[in-house]
Structures are given as structure tokens and as C-alpha cells.
């Protein structure tokens, strides 16, 4: 997928081959991608003018051809227009939004014989025809890369529009008031891909900063205080630290439950063909990191903590690979992708079973109980979310008191939740069109009051049902772990003391974090990759080489988050915990930097190679 779909900006600038109303040097420029025989188009007609009539020589509109798919008469409609002489475009472009209420077979017949031309052999002027049909072709092949999904859609100053066209609000955009360039910064931010590593990077360094300052001792203790509620005798209190590292952490195990449930159902892990090279990657560079690291620590107070090793990074994996461009295949993003998630699930059955506390079984029995109503309300098909959340608050605080790590109600909680968009997604849109057709039609009454009560009830039922719920909470919630959650939790648990005391005496568990995460991270994924693809259990894709695949696993031996997180769980003691947190830091960066350099590398000859094929 383009980068120009992905940040909703324009493929390509205006320039003198558009259709252009408005100078050249104006401030603001409106591009429209739409049909003629969209209603919606037709509609918007009267609004542009009404706004081209406001802003004056401050704006230049364009119009760019999306013709209705499947629609011979929209996309006739359109070469007719291109048909035209380039001085009469747009008096042709407003006979044919126009004319009639609805465009018609008659419409595109008079307006044809008002340009001269024969509507009955329209391959008379054989040479316009063509310049017609490649001009609308150039038109829908640049709404594919702007990602145009739907007519019209508005583009202003480069940047798609996905606002509401009320005029207040299409006026705010148009002139980029505060609110609408904070917006449009924040959704520019969160597209970038590498975003979410970016601000774990820099949670990270403040973090460390603040623990090297003077500020350190009110920083730590800062974290250290305590904050919880008390009903009648009974008081539940915890660390602020713990809060975030037990408590809003789990919001993130929720997205990276939902995730995993999504990838198996209707992801790239859904068929078995597709799945088997990524789970073989990810459950070597599982096993092989343990393993080296009990090699070198084979006993002792440290032979607990074989799974810091084991994890990876998906945020700042993901977003390394994304930042090499066009060096790096999609396929080869989409393997790193799946197989961090499978990381992702093997790390959250480590925890449950070798990092959680003395267990409760009357609490555990409670949390299945509320397991199995979850399960219930899944098999019933419920839809709404808030029975869900409802529930899935009971079972944080029964896992929590059963003893088991209490992140691991968000993976329970995800599991549960519907995945699967509505069977009947075109039977729900038909309806709500026939719903919004229906209030139109009583015209003034709409526009003073607005929808009837019952419509809207009506609209809310089917909005609740087009999309699932896990779609709907991660597209909610997935925002507020990749940019609130991770975060905080980088700054509660990344600052360590740079001192040389905290390493005396630890090198040999540093050592073993670093060789886990560095050698065996690659390694392991390497070697079972390509022993799957052996066996003939997996396939390996031939858009990427096994050079570039290294160079992907190297990038899994970023572990940071979620090594951070089970090195806080196996190593109690502080001096133990920093030394490890040092290694895990050092790793992570010798990780990223080989992984890097061996893809950009890699890249590189391949292009070169397709080159000299090419040539």
C-alpha cells in the first residue's frame, strides 16, 4: 500500500493539466475526486459554488474524474467531458451536474450535440476519444493512490478530508482554524508508521534522564506512591508503578490479544500455509534466546529470567522496517508482523505460567465463571461492546487476586470478543439507505429539528452492528495503547542509574540477556524458517531473500517493551533489575543497528539485481 493511501494525502500535485477554477497563487486548494452520476456529487455542486463564492481569489478548486464503479453512464459521462474543448470544460461540467436531478441516457445526448459531436457514433473523433478515456484513466488511477474510497472526496492543500461537510466544519478545515490544524497534526503523527517507536524512544530517554538528575530520588519516588480505595473494612491499594505496569498495561495486552484473534480468523494467519513460516520464525527466536541464556546461567537467583530474551518489540521492529522504504518487500513486513504477534502470544504464556505470583483457586474459579459468560455472549452474537468491558473489569480483579499475572485478563477478554464483521453487512446498508432516503423526503421538518428519534435509533442499531466489536475497540483503544499506554509505561520502568556499580558484578547476566536477544534472537528464527520450508510445513515467499529475512530476525532481538516487563517480574532485587534493564537497552540498539544495516544492504543488491534483469 502507497504511503500517499496510508497518511490520506494527495498522489500527486495540481498542476496545468488539471481542471483548475481559481489563480494559481491562491492559499487554499479544494480537490474534488467525483462522478456525475453520483447523487452525492450533485449535491456537493451547490455547496462548492456556494464556497468558491466565499472565499473568492483566496482558493483554486479542482475536479478530478472517480466515475461510480460499474457505471457505463458515469464513466461515458466522464470522457464526454474530456471530450470537450479544455475553455468549455467546465460549462460542460455544470450541464452535466446539473441538468437533471439524476443523470440521464438524455442528459449525455444533449449535452453531446450542444459540443458538436455525434452521440450515435461517438468514434468519429477517434483521437479526442482516446485523450478522453487516458485523461479519466489517469484520474482513477491517481484516486486509487490518494486512496479514494468513496465520491466525493475532498482533498484541501494536499490532505484528504474526512470531515463533515456542514458548513461550519467544512469551513474550519478550509481555513485551518486551531482545532482543525491540531486534528490534522495529530492524524499526520499517527500515520507515520514509525510514530509509536518514536515516542517510546523519547518516553525512554526521559525517562533515563530524569533517573540521572538531580531529580532521580523524587522522580522514583514518584512511582513508588501509593493510590487505591477503600469500601467499608476492605482496601485495595497498589504502587503507581504497579498501576501502570498491572493495570493499564493490560489495556495493552487487550490490543495485542484483539490483534492476534484478528490475524487468525481474517488476517495473514487465518490459512495454514500462510501461518506456518511466521510461527516457525517466532518460535525459534523463542527458543533458541532461552536456551543461550541458560547456557550461560545455567542456576542460580538469575536462571529465572531464560524468557527476557524471548520477546520482541513490534512497535519499534515494525517501525524500523517501515522507516527502509521500498528496500524492504511488504511480504517481509507482513512476516516480521505475524511472527512478533505469535512472539507476542508465546510472552504472554510465559508470564502466566512462569512469572505470576501464589495462586487463589476461589478467585481463579471466579475469573473462569466470568470467562465462560464471556464465552456466552460471544456464541449469542452480542454486539455491543459494553457488556464486554463490563466484564472484562470483573475478570482483571479476579485474575489479579487469583495470583495470576492480571495483564492476562486482557488476552482472555480479547479472545472473546467477535471478530467477524455482520453476514448481512448488505442488507444493514441497504436499510440505512432507505432510512436516510425516507427523512430527506420531509425535507424542511429535517432541517429544523433535525432526524426523528426513531431514525435515529434505527441508524445507531445498524452502526452498532457493520462493524465487530473487536474491529470497533481497536480502532478505539489501539491509539490510546500505542500512544498513552506504552509510553507511560517506558517512563515508569526504562530509567535506570547509569552508574558503573550497577554493572559490577552482573556481567554475567548481561551477558546472557545480550547474547539471547543479539545472536540467538536471528538465529533461532533463521534456522527454523528454513526448517519448516525443508520439511516442506512452510513456503517461503520469493519476493524476499533469506539474506533479508536474517535481517528481519535481527530486528526481532529488539526486545525492550516486553523484556522490560518480564525482566520487572523475574528479577525482584533492584541492582539485578537495572543490570538488566542496561542489557536489554544495550541489546536492543546493537539489535536494531545489525538488523538495519543488513536490509539496507540487502535492499540494495536486490534492486540492483531486478535492474540488470530489467536491462
Not at 474530456?82 to 443523470?103: A, G, K, N
Not at 490518494?146 to 456542514?166: A, K, L, Q
Not at 421538518?445 to 452502526?463: K, N, T, Y
Request: a negative charge; hydrophobic letters at 50%.
Amino acid at each position: 500500500m502507497s504511503q500517499a493511501v496510508l497518511s490520506g494525502r494527495l498522489d500527486r500535485p495540481v498542476d496545468q493539466s488539471d481542471h483548475i477554477l481559481g489563480p494559481d497563487n491562491a492559499e487554499i486548494t479544494l480537490v474534488e475526486y467525483g462522478s456525475y452520476a453520483c447523487p452525492h456529487c450533485r449535491a456537493a455542486n451547490d455547496r462548492i459554488a456556494e464556497i468558491r463564492d466565499q472565499f473568492g481569489d483566496r482558493m483554486r478548486y479542482v475536479f478530478r474524474h472517480r466515475p461510480l464503479t460499474g457505471s457505463e453512464l458515469a464513466r461515458r459521462a466522464a470522457e464526454l467531458a474530456e471530450r470537450s474543448e479544455p475553455e468549455r470544460f467546465w460549462d460542460v461540467h455544470i450541464e452535466l451536474m446539473t441538468r437533471s436531478e439524476t443523470l440521464t441516457e438524455d442528459d449525455l445526448v444533449t449535452v453531446a450535440r450542444e459540443l458538436g459531436l455525434d452521440p450515435e457514433h461517438p468514434d468519429v473523433a477517434t483521437e479526442m476519444a482516446r485523450r478522453a478515456k487516458a485523461r479519466v484513466d489517469a484520474d482513477e488511477n491517481s484516486s486509487r493512490a490518494s486512496g479514494v474510497m468513496i465520491t466525493p472526496t475532498f482533498f484541501i492543500n494536499g490532505r484528504r478530508y474526512d470531515g463533515p461537510w456542514d458548513e461550519s466544519s467544512f469551513t474550519d478545515a478550509l481555513i485551518g482554524s486551531m482545532g482543525h490544524r491540531v486534528r490534522s497534526a495529530a492524524l499526520d503523527f499517527a500515520s507515520w508508521a514509525p510514530s509509536t517507536g518514536v515516542l517510546l524512544l523519547l518516553a525512554t530517554l526521559l525517562a533515563v534522564a530524569f533517573t540521572n538528575s538531580a531529580l532521580g530520588p523524587s522522580f522514583n519516588a514518584f512511582w513508588e506512591q501509593y493510590l487505591g480505595f477503600t469500601l467499608g473494612d476492605a482496601s485495595f491499594r497498589m504502587s503507581l508503578r504497579h498501576w501502570v505496569n498491572d493495570g493499564l498495561l493490560s489495556v495493552f495486552f487487550l490490543v495485542v490479544g484483539l490483534e492476534i484473534k484478528r490475524e487468525f480468523t481474517v488476517g495473514h494467519l487465518a490459512s495454514r500455509r500462510q501461518a506456518a513460516l511466521p510461527i516457525a520464525g517466532a518460535v525459534g527466536g523463542m527458543v533458541v534466546p532461552a536456551l543461550l541464556y541458560l547456557i550461560v546461567i545455567p542456576q542460580g537467583p538469575w536462571a529465572h529470567g531464560w524468557g527476557v530474551p524471548m520477546a520482541t518489540d513490534t512497535a519499534f521492529a515494525v517501525a524500523l522496517i517501515v522507516m527502509l522504504g521500498q528496500r524492504v518487500p511488504v511480504e517481509l513486513r507482513i512476516f516480521l508482523t505475524a511472527a512478533a504477534i505469535v512472539d507476542d502470544i508465546g510472552a504472554i504464556i510465559v508470564v502466566a505460567l512462569f512469572y505470576s505470583g501464589d495462586l487463589h483457586f476461589g478467585y481463579l474459579l471466579a475469573a473462569a465463571a466470568i470467562a465462560g459468560t464471556l464465552a456466552l455472549l460471544n456464541a449469542s452474537h452480542v454486539y455491543r461492546v459494553w457488556p464486554y468491558m463490563l466484564l472484562g473489569i470483573a475478570l482483571w480483579a479476579c485474575v489479579h487476586a487469583g495470583g495470576l499475572h492480571a495483564t492476562l485478563a486482557g488476552v482472555v477478554l480479547a479472545l472473546f470478543i467477535p471478530t467477524r464483521p455482520p453476514p448481512n453487512l448488505r442488507a444493514l446498508m441497504t436499510q440505512a439507505d432507505t432510512i436516510i432516503a425516507a427523512e430527506s423526503r420531509h425535507g424542511d421538518e429535517v432541517l429544523r429539528h433535525g432526524p426523528s428519534i426513531q431514525a435515529m435509533r434505527a441508524l445507531d442499531a445498524i452502526h452498532d452492528r457493520l462493524e465487530s466489536p473487536a474491529d470497533r475497540m481497536l480502532r478505539h483503544v489501539e491509539p490510546w495503547s500505542s500512544y498513552l499506554v506504552l509510553p507511560v509505561f517506558a517512563l515508569a520502568n526504562a530509567g535506570v542509574l547509569l552508574a558503573g556499580d550497577v554493572l559490577r558484578g552482573h556481567e554475567p547476566l548481561m551477558l546472557a540477556i545480550i547474547a539471547g536477544l543479539v545472536i540467538g534472537k536471528p538465529l533461532g528464527m533463521v534456522a527454523a524458517s528454513a526448517l519448516a520450508v525443508w520439511l516442506g510445513a512452510a513456503v517461503k515467499p520469493a519476493e524476499y531473500s533469506w539474506r533479508q529475512l536474517s535481517g528481519a530476525g535481527a530486528l526481532a532481538g529488539i526486545g525492550f517493551t516486553m523484556s522490560l516487563f518480564i525482566a520487572g517480574q523475574a528479577f525482584p532485587v533492584e541492582a539485578d533489575f537495572a543490570a538488566a534493564k542496561i542489557a536489554v537497552f544495550a541489546a536492543s540498539i546493537l539489535s536494531a543497528v545489525i538488523g538495519v544495516a543488513v536490509l539496507w544492504m540487502a535492499g540494495g543488491d536486490e534492486r540492483a539485481e531486478a535492474r540488470q534483469q530489467a536491462s
